[in-house]
């Protein structure tokens, strides 16, 4: 076992002298100089990581004393201690001394296997040179249709959502049953986390259930009676609003734990135009008490209330984290990416650029106080909501590291900051976009881009581009409907007479469906290639949509009925779902205003296929540190076809054996990719379609994949697949026992 030891110096000392265990190499972080002589010098170590080089580490065969230098005045010392945990220390400065275990991404203990988000795994005994061996080690049924649940390991023990919406914990290394607990409604389908008090003694699953965060003992799934009402806590409790009137919010959004506390985004309760507020709260994660809330929308006199009219901020919506979010656990900052304020395709009532709509923004992690933001989109029309969490990496700059958040967007966009303060890490254009001409709207005259790295969704839909595996009768009347449609490409505003979105509200990114190598710097996405059609409607016209309820995760998502969102139209459909009932008129909208409706329209055609030719998704590549493209391949096949899965929602695992793991829906796949070429290495076919993000873990000295499967996919079609999809379940891999 490694340990790690945290050195902090106080504001006026310039080093401090720590005593060693003998016969263990140290080496230090790129803020210090450790020199195991002060008469000697050394280089600093680019990572804080046990060294191999002699000349950047410090090592003795007997007790040795070194000298930590301080290169900048503010930072920490990091020293990792190889095998061997006795430390002492002399101290002649003063010094905070903190030692952990130092396991950095060998466990997958939380959701995406850590709270940075980063989905990959150190673990390299599955590699390039034995992948083709992998077979399955072990299957757990998980009951009928959709499941995208990403199983958490804690020790020998698995954790997913199974059959009847029950938690199951699972001995992770035979898939052994070993408890089940019974929910009534709807789980969060998505994740959940898991807390352990420093002595253990203390084992927390923490999820959402029917609109409550509920916590159940991770040794016996009893409820938790101490935490909340015997065990859950109504989310409501807190938002600045009548909840009376706002019904359970049900998220697939995990949350996320940091120290005692476990913060969660609430999601709108509803896709029209009156819905709650997605405010963040932290609650304490022994009693549920809640700690500290943000507010999506500002209230009067908040910073940001001033993108608003005033007369909105007591009734804006929207503005939730429906997907995921992240945490920096050594700085104590937790990464929201919020989504659109509503309603999604009409703003009229809104008036300005809506903070904190579609904006990535840096809390406090222990009191919630706003550090810094970005707005990724100005007043949004598109339901560009920031759909995926933003990823955790450090990266090189002019000879020197720099901590990163980088953010996939649904418009194909990967955004890059430096994580403490905001600053982007490639410059961001505010450029001139097409603007609005349905009456009441006013839309931003500018939006961001990145001017690093390219886009990796397809950005631009015209004739040429129409899908050649649709009917002539339908390629006919895309080509007679293509000369009325407003098409001037990104941020082409909704319009009376239809407005082409490419990427569609579904992405580009979506939820779990981008993982970096925090070593190398590399980020890998995994997008779809899907336009949208955008039009508005006066409220009550046929496919009018606006006024009623809509799905908690964004535009409708079809899945197993009481596991998460709302069933999405019918392959084929051109939107809609008859007439819409009267929409609510948001209070303090302005005189005059008329509720615009729209529909949602994926511009599937008769066969169920997109409009737009193949590849229909597709895995980017990126080296963030010179903000370029390493590679880009469709993403696995549709059989019959054409390459890239149709509507795929299999998001990707890095490992450091070299691999990327992904699944696909279309041609029910799961692959191993060579992560600096592309190149499929293994494959194998699964008995149904997956979504969701693998998870990889270690068992008794045997590395496993793990894989949600289940159902038909996002979007099924009347083509591809001849044969049913077979039993839900979750299945893992592994290499042939020695």
Do not use: C
């Amino acid at each position: 076992m490694r340990r790690i030891l945290q050195v902090r110096l106080r504001a006026n000392a310039m080093s401090a002298t720590v005593r060693l265990k003998a016969d263990t190499t140290y080496t230090t972080s790129g803020a210090y100089t450790l020199i195991r002589d002060p008469r000697q010098t050394a280089e600093p170590a680019e990572h804080a990581e046990i060294s191999n080089e002699p000349e950047t580490s410090a090592s003795s065969a007997s007790s040795a004393v070194v000298l930590i230098q301080r290169r900048h005045p503010t930072s920490y010392a990091i020293l990792a201690a190889a095998i061997g945990a006795a430390i002492l220390v002399a101290v002649f400065a003063p010094l905070a001394i903190v030692a952990a275990d130092d396991k950095p991404h060998t466990t997958w203990s939380q959701y995406l296997g850590g709270s940075d988000s980063t989905q990959y795994s150190a673990l390299k005994q599955i590699n390039k040179t034995n992948v083709k061996q992998l077979e399955v080690a072990w299957t757990f049924p998980a009951g009928e249709g959709t499941v995208r649940f990403n199983p958490i390991v804690v020790d020998t023990v698995m954790y997913v959502l199974g059959a009847n919406r029950s938690i199951v914990a699972i001995d992770a290394a035979t898939g052994k049953e070993i408890w089940t607990h019974r929910n009534e409604g709807a789980v969060g389908d998505r994740g959940m986390n898991y807390w352990e008090s420093k002595d253990r003694s203390e084992r927390r699953l923490l999820y959402m259930n029917a609109g409550f965060l509920t916590a159940i003992d991770a040794k016996t799934g009893n409820n938790i009676a101490a935490f909340g009402d015997n065990g859950k806590v109504d989310v409501r409790v807190g938002l600045h609003r009548d909840v009376t009137t706002v019904r359970p919010l049900q998220t697939g959004n995990p949350g996320r734990i940091f120290e005692n506390l476990i913060i969660m985004s609430l999601p709108a309760g509803g896709a029209a135009y009156v819905s709650n507020p997605g405010d963040t709260h932290a609650y304490d994660i022994r009693t549920g008490e809640l700690k500290w809330v943000f507010h999506s929308v500002p209230e009067k006199g908040e910073p940001g209330a001033d993108t608003w009219p005033e007369n909105a901020l007591a009734s804006g919506g929207g503005v939730h984290n429906w997907s995921e979010l992240s945490v920096d656990e050594r700085r104590g900052i937790v990464y929201i990416p919020f989504g659109t304020a509503r309603f999604d395709f009409y703003g009229g009532n809104r008036h300005g650029n809506n903070l904190f709509g579609n904006t990535l923004v840096a809390l406090d992690a222990r009191t919630g106080k706003r550090l810094w933001h970005y707005q990724l989109v100005h007043h949004d029309l598109w339901d560009y909501d920031i759909p995926q969490a933003p990823k955790l990496l450090t990266l090189r700059k002019d000879g020197r590291n720099v901590d990163v958040v980088a953010q996939a967007t649904k418009q194909g966009f990967v955004f890059v900051f430096d994580r403490t303060n905001g600053t982007p890490f490639f410059p961001i254009e505010e450029r001139p976009v097409p603007q609005t001409d349905v009456p009441g709207e006013q839309t931003s005259p500018t939006q961001p881009f990145p001017t690093a790295p390219p886009p990796f969704a397809r950005q631009s839909f015209t004739e040429k581009d129409i899908n050649p595996h649709i009917s002539a009768e339908d390629q006919a009347k895309l080509r007679e409907q293509f000369k009325t449609y407003r098409n001037e490409g990104l941020f082409t505003p909704p319009s009376a007479q239809g407005s082409i979105e490419i990427p569609g509200h579904n992405g580009g990114a979506n939820w779990g469906s981008a993982a970096v190598d925090p070593a190398k710097g590399t980020m890998y996405v995994v997008a779809k290639n899907l336009p949208t059609l955008l039009k508005v409607l006066p409220p009550g016209a046929r496919g009018a949509r606006g006024g009623g309820p809509g799905g908690p995760d964004g535009p409708p998502q079809p899945s197993e009925p009481g596991r998460g969102a709302a069933p999405a139209p019918a392959a084929g459909a051109r939107g809609g779902r008859g007439p819409a009932p009267p929409p609510q008129i948001p209070a303090g909208a302005p005189e005059g205003f008329v509720p615009y409706a729209s529909p949602y329209d994926f511009m599937f055609q008769s066969n169920g296929l997109s409009a737009l030719n193949p590849p229909w998704s597709q895995i980017t590549a990126y080296d963030l540190n010179k903000g370029t493209i390493l590679w880009q391949i469709p993403d696995g096949d549709f059989p019959g076809l054409a390459a890239g899965s149709h509507a795929p929602r299999g998001g990707p695992v890095v490992t450091a054996g070299g691999l990327l793991f992904v699944g696909t829906s279309s041609d029910r796949k799961l692959r191993a990719y060579d992560q600096d070429t592309g190149k499929v290495l293994w494959e194998k076919e699964l008995p149904a379609a997956t979504e969701g993000v693998p998870s990889v873990y270690e068992v008794n000295g045997r590395q496993f994949v793990a894989i949600a499967v289940g159902g038909s996919g996002l979007f099924p079609t009347r083509v591809g697949q001849a044969t049913p999809p077979g039993a839900s379940q979750y299945m893992v891999f592994a290499l042939p026992k020695r």
